[in-house]
Structure formats: structure tokens, C-alpha cells
């Protein structure tokens, strides 16, 4: 089934070329098939890329998704035109009466920041109080998971000494939820942040469980009972090639910054990236949709209870 994107979207073009079935809403009206509503809020600088990155793994299940694009408005973009975020993104406000099967709240480069610092941290939190009552499942990624953490339940994020950044090796933790329903005992992710949440913090939380971690990156899926939240604290995402536009980006600005780990052939930025986190990226948001989305959502979204 189709993803069913904004009219000129410059998602839809790359992803047509990649052979991936995008539909045009006016097409989807004619369905008579609820799709599902999934909400992004992209606090990525590189909104379109991150546009393109989620769409394609969204796009990649039977299910038809209609995605709506959600900005702060506290905060302006310095990496996205203005134009753009006009065409293409809504504010809170403007969708404080609707109710969505899913979001998604994106990273941000703002981790080493106390979350109370961040201009838009308010606004954030009315979005994420907003996800209580009004999305079904809300799936949060690296700084966004740090950002849910602390808000829904005061886990307090703590500073790395270096930066953990690469592709790291994870175990499945709790093979009997179905988010990591099909996943490999072993399995590789992306990570790119400057700072963590606390095993032992998670752990004294009874409402989170931990579904999968690193023994070098530390926890990695983390989730509610009920599936109403989850947490994701890497990158999965990511292109091929984004880790190493971080890398070169930060050695061009004279930054201490050393080769993301596991990602090059034999460890050397002089060679291949060694792509092998894709599949279980497709699979834990085909899992998300499936299981805590699609068959979990009432038809009528009017009927979605309050709560976590």
C-alpha cells in the first residue's frame, strides 16, 4: 500500500526514484480506506532529508499512511526555507483539535542542553502532553526519546564522556513484545549523541521496559506497556551516508571528533560504509505500525482514551 504524501513534497520525488509507491492525496480521497494519521514533529535542522529518511521507512508496509508535518513555532529554522515550512508543516495550535493514530517526535541537536534552555522545550511539552490524549502510540527518537523520558516520568539525561557515535551491535532484551517482533539476536543501529539516559534510571521506572540495548551504546528500545510510548534512543532512520556527512562535517569545522565506530570497512573513512542497519530500521517501524498503530487504534479516532 501506498505512503500518501503533500503534493510537491520534495520527499515524493526521491522517493518515486527509488521505486518506493507514493500516492497524491487527491487519489488516497477517492479510497474508501481510513489511512492511517501519523504526525511527525521534525526538530531535525536538515528537515527535508529527515522528511525523506522517515517517509521511506513508513512507506515500506501494506498499510496506507496520510503523514502531516508539525514545526514549533517558537523556534526558526535556520537550515529549512521558510517557504518550505509554510507549504509543508503545521503548528500545534493548528492541530490542537485533531486526533492521530501515530507520531513521531524527531532528534535535535540540542542534547547538551538542560531540556529547560531549549526555546521551544514549552511548546515541546505541550506537544508531548498533547500525544496523552490525542495519538494513539508516539514513537520518540534520540534526543526527542531523552526529551519523552524526562517529561513523562523525570529520567534526567546525562553527559557522555565522548560522543557515542556510529553503528553499534544491540540484543533484544524482551523477545516477547511485538515491536521487536522478527528481529536477529543481534542487530546493528545507528548512534549519534552527545549524551544518555541511566540502565538504573529506566529500571526504577516500572512504567518503561527495556526491549533492547549495547553493551557499547547502552540502552536502545525502550517502551510502555501498553505501547502508548516509545522510546528509541538511536538513529535508525539514518541514510548510508549520514554519519559520514556528521564526520566530515565536524572535522571541516575543527572539531575533536573521531571516525564513527563499526560504520567504515576495517574502521578507515578512506573506505566503504558498511551498510547493514537498514533492514532492522525497516522492521521496527513496520513493527510500530502493525502492532502498536494499525491493530491497536480504534477506527474512529474520536474514541481514543486519554492516558498513557
Not at 573521531?258 to 532492522?280: E, I, N, S, T
Amino acid at each position: 500500500m501506498p505512503l500518501i504524501l503533500p503534493k510537491n513534497l520534495p520527499a515524493a520525488e526521491a522517493l518515486e526514484r527509488e521505486n518506493i509507491f507514493v500516492m497524491p492525496e487527491e487519489r488516497a480521497r477517492n479510497q474508501d480506506i481510513r489511512p492511517l494519521r501519523i504526525v511527525v514533529v521534525n526538530l531535525m535542522p536538515t528537515k527535508i532529508a529527515t522528511e525523506t529518511q522517515l517517509a521511506r521507512l513508513l512507506a515500506s508496509t501494506p498499510l496506507q499512511v496520510v503523514l502531516t508535518f508539525l514545526r514549533t513555532g517558537t523556534h526558526q529554522s535556520k537550515n529549512t526555507s521558510e517557504n518550505h515550512l509554510q507549504a509543508f508543516y503545521r503548528t500545534v495550535d493548528e492541530v490542537m483539535g485533531e486526533r492521530f493514530d501515530g507520531m513521531i517526535i524527531t532528534g535535535a541537536p540540542v542534547e547538551q542542553m538542560p531540556f529547560e534552555e531549549v526555546d521551544y522545550w514549552p511548546e515541546l511539552c505541550r506537544i508531548m502532553d498533547f500525544s496523552k490524549k490525542n495519538v494513539w502510540s508516539t514513537l520518540h527518537v534520540c534526543w526527542g526519546a531523552q526529551a519523552g523520558l524526562y517529561h513523562h516520568f523525570g529520567i534526567r539525561k546525562q553527559p557522555l564522556d565522548e560522543k557515542m557515535f556510529g553503528i553499534f551491535p544491540h540484543r533484544v532484551t524482551r523477545p516477547s513484545s511485538p515491536l521487536v517482533r522478527g528481529f536477529d539476536e543481534i542487530f546493528y543501529a545507528p548512534h549519534s549523541r552527545h549524551t544518555t539516559v541511566s540502565r538504573e534510571d529506566v529500571l526504577a521506572t516500572p512504567q518503561v521496559r527495556v526491549l533492547a540495548e549495547s553493551d557499547e551504546a547502552g540502552l536502545y528500545l525502550m517502551a510502555t506497556d501498553s505501547g502508548r510510548q516509545i522510546f528509541v534512543t538511536g538513529h535508525p532512520e539514518y541514510d548510508r551516508l549520514t554519519l559520514d556527512s556528521e564526520y566530515r562535517r565536524d572535522l571541516a569545522r575543527g572539531l575533536a571528533i573521531q571516525p564513527p565506530a563499526h560504520y567504515y570497512a576495517d574502521d578507515d573513512p578512506g573506505k566503504d560504509v558498511l551498510f547493514r542497519w537498514r533492514g532492522h530500521a525497516h522492521l521496527l517501524y513496520s513493527n510500530w505500525l502493525n502492532y502498536y498503530v494499525y491493530q491497536q487504534t480504534p477506527y474512529d479516532l474520536t474514541d481514543l482514551p486519554g492516558g498513557m
